[in-house]
Nanobody, 115 residues
Framework: QVQLVESGGGLVQPGGSLRLSCVAS????????MNWYHEAPGKQRELVAV???????DYADSVEGRVTISRDNAKNTVYLQINNLEPDDTAVYYC?????????WGQGTQVTVSS
């Protein structure tokens, strides 16, 4: 059974930082492109960052420069570091594993940016 379990969300003040983690079980993330999405209230789920299995990364324009995606294949974990958080970053953040034939989602972790 494949599971992606996110953690690290919470309430943070504007300008703060968070590091989200996604631990995978049942798959080896080295075989997958690993992605972070966020879904704000009333909005569609959007891609935030991509970590491809070839080591390359991509970011949404809205978070470029504030977000870093990284992975530790040995720990089967992918991370999302978000700096200088803004109220518009408030959303549920989802981890996604996308392979050639299958795709998996975590249950999400809530990030709330508020003073």
């Amino acid at each position: 059974q494949v599971q992606l379990v996110e953690s690290g969300g919470g309430l943070v003040q504007p300008g703060g930082s968070l590091r989200l983690s996604c631990v995978a079980s049942g798959i080896s993330i080295s075989d997958y492109n690993m992605n972070w999405y966020h879904e704000a209230p009333g909005k569609q789920r959007e891609l935030v960052a991509v970590s491809r299995k070839d080591g390359t990364t991509d970011y949404a324009d809205s978070v470029e420069g504030r977000v870093t995606i990284s992975r530790d294949n040995a720990k089967n974990t992918v991370y999302l570091q978000i700096n200088n958080l803004e109220p518009d970053d408030t959303a549920v953040y989802y981890c996604n594993a996308r392979g050639k034939y299958f795709e998996y989602w975590g249950q999400g972790t809530q990030v709330t940016v508020s003073s």
